[in-house]
Nanobody
Framework: QVQLVDSGGGLVQAGGSLRLSCAAS????????LGWFRQAPGKEREFVAR????????DYADSVKGRFTISRDNAKNTTYLQMNSLKPEDTAVYYC???????????????WGQGTQVTVSS
């Protein structure tokens, strides 16, 4: 069992930066693939980024590639999403997730954080 707690969201102007964190409990954190997803009002939850258990494989949605960076620190049971050059269309609730076979599909994740709001003003 893994419990995830998202943090780091807030209000930022376009062009600004935020770093999201996701702290996990559980001894098997390092064996899970981790992902970040987001959901804007009236839209479906969408994939943002994912990282494999030992950070060998990393993948981004085209919409954030070159602006966002996912990382993890297995010693601290934490994953991060560094978001730079933020745009108003990045406004959403951001969720971290953990899964044995973490892929781009939300259904491939077993555990989810509670979400953290990111609002980018123009």
């Amino acid at each position: 069992q893994v419990q995830l707690v998202d943090s780091g969201g807030g209000l930022v102007q376009a062009g600004g930066s935020l770093r999201l964190s996701c702290a996990a409990s559980g001894r098997t954190f390092s064996s899970y693939g981790l992902g970040w997803f987001r959901q804007a009002p009236g839209k479906e939850r969408e994939f943002v980024a994912r990282i494999s258990p030992r950070s060998i494989s990393i993948d981004y949605a085209d919409s954030v590639k070159g602006r966002f960076t996912i990382s993890r620190d297995n010693a601290k049971n934490t994953t991060y999403l560094q978001m730079n050059s933020l745009k108003p269309e990045d406004t959403a609730v951001y969720y971290c997730a953990a899964g044995t076979f973490g892929r781009r599909l939300a259904s491939s994740y077993d555990y989810w954080g509670q979400g953290t709001q990111v609002t980018v003003s123009s």
